[in-house]
């Protein structure tokens, strides 16, 4: 690794906390602080990672919740392994392209119970990964000790972050879309008893929510899938003419996959293969792999132009392969071979952008956290609802939204991500790790849709090609090729940062450039933890978000 670089742009001033018995980062510090007290508890990294998940569906219900999904990957110190799991949900069996159109969609809708048409398969992803924990990582703690912080705070209350008090200001906003607000049901959840969207700083309190965590925490994951929780999901589907049904969730199960990997210099990065867009993000590693990174000079024109074009090279292979891999084949080797590699990187040229790219599906709201632990197994997790407050509707008195990870879905016949009954949708979620010599390096990711491949590479060739701190590599000026939560364009967005000079020279190469304010949410609450020589973790969160470092 070269030795470190200084940037007047990026080095940062805050701290950059270190640890030698385990590390968690996530986008609140509320998450971060539970899961250190698992880890103080002697949890696992899994354990915290799951206490810090809960929290976040409590204090951070715009972005993530009961009513989502989630990806992982978890290094298991003792077999040296990795593994994935994929806890993302199927469409209903009645959720055929032919009943939208039949209904005038030409799309599935954005909001409303049509959106909810895939199963939540957060808790599952939570509950299958429990259960790993306690077999092979001899976990010490119950399914209760992991849920008690998340029930606390949604039953005594919490400040409410910036980013929620935005979120809840844009669905309140009447523009198309974000009009939430107009449901009783998301009012009395979410709305202050005056019946306006509380500010940053104000108090939120969620018992209904506080109930089902409670009811989970008594009965198990399987609760939310056959007790009262589904009762409550299934009852909402019915009263608003939604499609998931008791069979739906029933039959959903969370599944342990094999990771995909390639090579970046000599470090091997991993991700969750199909339907995670992980494919998309290793292709763009692949395709800087068999470039001299280094050459270009981080932040400069060159640079961006560069990734941003590998990224349009696996966007496009994105486009035409991405979705549930037992529905369709995806040549995955292929796409990840070095000889692909190679052709896509002959392709970019430096003086101009190979040009627009296809219309790409919505983006949307996630988190992603990272836990070790004092043995070495360590966690990247990803969980989300997709839009802001997904669907919007509201499981009866449950407390939760339910995600409209389904409007990813095309109708099309002849689309690859066509819905049919029972299959998994293409997934924004990427949860990212970086391997040497088979341990973790880097265990990272971010949240922000089509930027979540983006990030993951801007944060890898930082670290790996020019020596920049993890916390230096968030803080530095990001970029987004494509779409993100909030906003529907395709152009190449830039952060304030950029110097216009750089933008005028990328606009000058055939992008189309728009420049946005500083640490712009939009692109994304980005966090890694980095294995130092030494053995000791090196965390990083981002100041884009509402995040915390917690060391032990």
């Not at 969609?105 to 049509?114: A, F, M, Q």
């Not at 009447?174 to 939430?180: A, C, D, M, V």
């Not at 969207?197 to 969620?206: A, I, Y």
């Not at 728009?514 to 980095?530: C, P, S, W």
Request: aromatic letters at 6%.
């Amino acid at each position: 690794m070269p030795s470190s670089h200084k940037y007047s742009f990026t080095s940062s001033t805050a701290s950059n906390p270190l640890s030698v018995r385990g590390m968690v980062t996530s986008p609140h510090y509320l998450a971060s602080q539970a899961a250190r007290d698992i880890l103080r508890k002697g949890g696992t990294a899994v354990d915290a990672a799951i206490a810090a998940a809960a929290v976040l569906s409590v204090v951070y219900p715009h972005m993530c919740g009961l009513g989502g999904d989630n990806f992982w990957l978890i290094y298991d110190a003792a077999s040296q392994s990795l593994r994935s799991l994929n806890g993302s949900g199927r469409a209903s069996e009645a959720a055929t392209a032919a009943l939208y159109a039949a209904s005038g969609h030409t799309v599935v809708p954005t909001r409303g119970p049509l959106a909810a048409l895939t199963v939540p398969g957060a808790v599952s992803g939570w509950g299958a990964a429990f259960a790993h924990s306690k077999s092979t990582m001899a976990s010490p703690l119950s399914w209760a000790d992991l849920l008690a912080p998340a029930r606390e705070h949604a039953e005594a209350g919490f400040a409410v972050s910036h980013s929620l008090a935005g979120s809840l200001a844009l669905v309140s906003s009447g523009k198309p879309n974000y009009r939430l607000h107009q449901s009783a049901d998301f009012r009395e959840l979410y709305f202050t008893p005056q019946g306006h969207p509380p500010d940053f700083g104000d108090v939120m309190r969620l018992p209904q929510l506080a109930e089902t965590l409670a009811r989970l925490a008594s009965d198990g994951p399987e609760e939310f899938y056959e007790g009262i929780t589904a009762r409550a999901i299934i009852d909402t589907m019915r009263q608003q003419g939604g499609l998931l049904t008791q069979q739906d969730l029933t039959r959903h199960t969370a599944d342990w996959t094999s990771p995909l990997h390639v090579d970046y210099r000599g470090y091997t990065a991993c991700t969750p293969p199909p339907n995670c867009q992980g494919v998309s993000t290793l292709e763009i590693l692949n395709i800087l792999n068999q470039m001299d990174v280094c050459a270009l000079g981080e932040g400069t024109a060159d640079y961006y132009h560069v990734m941003a074009e590998a990224t349009r090279e696996a966007f496009i292979d994105r486009q035409r392969y991405l979705t549930d891999p037992q529905f369709s084949h995806i040549p995955t080797d292929h796409l990840l071979s070095r000889k692909h590699g190679q052709q896509q990187a002959a392709r970019i040229s430096m003086d101009k952008s190979a040009g627009a790219l296809p219309p790409l599906p919505p983006g949307g709201d996630t988190i992603w956290l990272g836990v070790v632990d004092a043995a070495g197994n360590a966690v990247s997790l990803i969980q989300s609802i997709y839009h802001e407050f997904g669907s919007g509707v509201v499981a009866s008195k449950a407390g939760f939204v339910l995600q409209n990870r389904g409007c990813a879905f095309a109708l099309a016949a002849d689309h690859v991500n066509c819905l049919q009954p029972g299959k998994r949708t293409l997934h924004t979620l990427t949860p990212a790790m970086l391997l040497k010599k088979g341990r973790p390096h880097l265990v990272y990711g971010s949240m922000g849709g089509d930027g979540q491949p983006q990030t993951i590479a801007a944060m890898t060739t930082r670290i790996v090609d020019f020596g920049m701190s993890p916390q230096d590599a968030v803080n530095a000026p990001r970029w987004l090729l494509g779409r993100s939560w909030g906003t529907e364009s395709n152009d190449l967005k830039l952060e304030g940062r950029i110097a216009q000079s750089i933008a005028q020279e990328l606009s000058r190469r055939g992008h189309e450039v728009r420049q946005l304010d500083d640490f712009t949410e939009l692109m994304g609450h980005a966090g890694a933890i980095l294995r130092r020589p030494n053995g000791v973790w090196q965390g990083a969160t981002d100041p884009r978000g509402d995040g915390q470092v917690a060391a032990l």
